[in-house]
């Protein structure tokens, strides 16, 4: 039996009459995480984590939303499902479903090293593992945290010793958040983007704690900066926006900065490999502890995982779901224009 099929309308299971993370509205949505490719509107009902139902009321609006802690058991329909981190951003989980003794889990997207703020993943036991695939070539291999974020902050400081500002890019919901809590100890003061400001206040209003930040306002010029840090999503990068921060060096924190090059073809000052997602390694190990006996592969490099892990002797396939990165950032270009119409 597959308890879990992939329709158009998403990953769908039909014994619950649930989908997960569906990519076009349906009757009731389970959600792994609040990016705008795996939670989107129109759905009758969502059921999450209690870390993600204040971001899904940022994006998506007034919605019915039940949330539920890990680990904490539901029963649809007979199905049981439970919500287990997933170690991606705050609020991230997988959904493990189990059925008439057979057990899948869906990953969502997820990261394998503890980054402080969106939690330790845990490795979840069943017969099939659906999982991504965003880094899933070799070349990918995360430095840890703390040599990041190392980086990172002497980076910062040899702009301030050149009365420079530092703009750091990183999307304003995971990323974001993650770096403030990565360089606090050498801010005094971070300035955000209003998209990363909105996810902020929704985060702290929800009793979440996060370092304190100012918001850019329309009213600040050249003048107001000096030596300062701001995070700024993708899309206000190269936008009027940027304009009132002159001098100012440019850092890009995404996991495509691990291929060298990308810096410089993106015409920034600095690249670091900072990645929500799991590296090649990481993927290996969480399929391979998850003690699956077929995996299926979604977004990202899935051809190339999908057939190491059959040379490995595991069984694999690669399924084909409208998960990606390409959604989010059209969330934030839409922030970003909305932004630019206040400037």
Known sequence: MNLL???????YCRAGDFYIDPWKPVKRAVITHAHSDH???GSESYLCHHFTKPLLALRLGEVSVQSVEWNEPVIINGVRLSLHPAGHIIGSSQIRIEYQGEVWVVSGDYKTENDGISGQLEIVKCDVFITESTFGLPI???EPQRVLFYNMQNWILANRDKGKN??????SLGKAQRLL??????STSVYVHGAIWNTQVALVGAGFELPPVIRVDPGMSRESFHSDIIVAPPSAENSPWMNRFHPYSIGVCSGWMQVRGNARRRNVDAGFAMSDHADWKGL???VKESGAKKVLV???????????LNEMGIESAEVKTEFGDDAELETEKKQA???NEKS
């Open 39 to 41: 939670a989107r509107p």
């Open 337 to 339: 224009a909305a932004e």
């Open 5 to 11: 099929s992939f329709t158009d309308n998403g990953i």
């Open 181 to 186: 809590k990565g360089i606090e100890e050498i």
């Open 298 to 308: 979604t977004h990202g490099f899935q051809s190339s995982f999908s057939r190491y």
């Open 140 to 142: 990918y291999e995360w």
């Open 284 to 286: 290996l190990k969480v």
């Open 166 to 171: 530092s703009i750091l890019i990183a999307y």
